[in-house]
């Protein structure tokens, strides 16, 4: 296990590294205020103990947390929730309604990670997930409020990634935590023109046009930072939105363009097209790594992609059909 990295942003906002699969590409987020404090995210069970010994470097007793926010449950965002709230004694866990009975009894996401990843490779990416006693979970419909310190969040009803997915704005930093809803943003993406913003289509739930409007919701909040789970704060809200909804629209045109394409060989395609169009666009960024090292970085991101935009199309085919 490495030693934790963490970044530290303004308004008492600590970036932890929960080295999913490599250094910088998942994070989660540790929020104090007056002797309280909150997660946001917690990466996966293999990560809690990072989480806890960045509690220790800062003082924090693991009492003084007063809450543990998963964005959605997927296991990169939500598979420590229940190891971390182990060990927290006063800690409540904020879910979205449609999340809660996967971490109170997460047998569906064991059985379905396990059935992509084989027992072996589960255990070693994600480790033990630990149910969450149904007392400790607080179910968080669209505009829930919850308080710690002198602290506030405020937890929004997000799909567009998945059905599942809250965003959580904290007036204090005016900062929105993003989870997924705002795609990724790797520092190595990043070029001349700025950070760049990749949309996160992975499966079962991608629904564009509730994306769209979720990204006008979450703009009528007037941010001034994003706190993204894969990577870290980014600055300019307005100018990234712009672009992840251009990079939103020419992902399903590429889907279309696909549809024709008959069983596995879709989903071949589409990744295909997603390799060309990001070298294309980062060209267009002023990014200056080589093409296999992008291609390389983004190597899992973009297979999940394509597998997401192949269930989009398949759902909209049997909506079709009646």
């Known amino acids: 296990m490495p030693n934790p990295r963490t970044l530290e942003y303004a308004q008492q906002i600590t970036c932890i590294d929960t080295f999913y699969q ?5 994070a989660c987020y540790l929020l104090e205020s ?3 404090a909150a997660f946001i995210d917690t990466g996966t069970s293999n990560s809690v103990p990072q989480l806890m010994a960045v509690l220790e470097q800062k003082g924090i007793s693991p009492s003084q947390v007063r809450y543990v926010i998963p964005t959605h449950v997927h296991l990169d965002h939500a598979g420590g929730a229940g190891s971390l709230m182990s060990q927290l004694p006063n800690a409540s866990l ?3 309604p449609y999340g809660a009975k996967h971490l109170i009894d997460p047998s569906k996401l064991i059985a379905g990670a396990t059935a992509v990843y084989g027992e072996e490779a589960f ?19 669209d505009g829930f409020r919850c308080h710690f310190g002198n602290r506030e969040l405020l937890c929004l009803d997000t799909p567009g990634h998945a059905r599942h997915h809250i965003c959580i704005f904290d007036e204090q930093s005016r900062g929105l935590f993003t989870g997924d809803t705002f795609g990724l943003s790797y520092p190595e993406l990043s070029g ?4 760049f913003i990749v949309p996160t289509t992975t499966p079962i739930q991608l629904d564009p046009d509730a994306w769209y409007e979720t990204l006008d919701r979450l703009m009528e909040l007037k941010p001034e930072k994003l706190y993204l789970t894969h990577f870290g704060e980014v600055s300019e809200p307005e100018k990234l939105v712009g672009q992840l909804r251009q990079h939103l629209q020419e992902f399903t045109t590429i889907a279309l363009a696909a549809v024709e394409e ?4 879709r989903k071949s395609e589409i990744e295909r097209a ?5 070298l294309q666009k980062l ?3 002023g990014n200056t790594l080589a093409a296999d090292k992008s291609l390389e970085l983004m190597a899992m991101d973009l297979d999940l992609d394509a597998q997401g935009i192949e269930v989009w199309l398949a759902r909209r085919e049997e909506a079709a059909a009646g």
Do not use: C, D, M, S
């Not at 997603?274 to 990001?278: A, N, R, T, V």
């Open 22 to 26: 490599r250094q910088g590409l998942a």
């Open 34 to 36: 007056e002797g309280e």
């Open 94 to 96: 904020v879910i979205h």
């Open 123 to 141: 255990e070693k990416q994600f480790g033990q997930l630990i149910p969450i006693p149904e007392e400790r979970v607080i179910q968080a419909p």
């Open 192 to 195: 001349t023109q700025g950070p």
């Open 262 to 265: 008959p069983g596995e060989q």
């Open 274 to 278: 997603l390799q060309k169009w990001l």
């Open 283 to 285: 060209e267009q960024n």
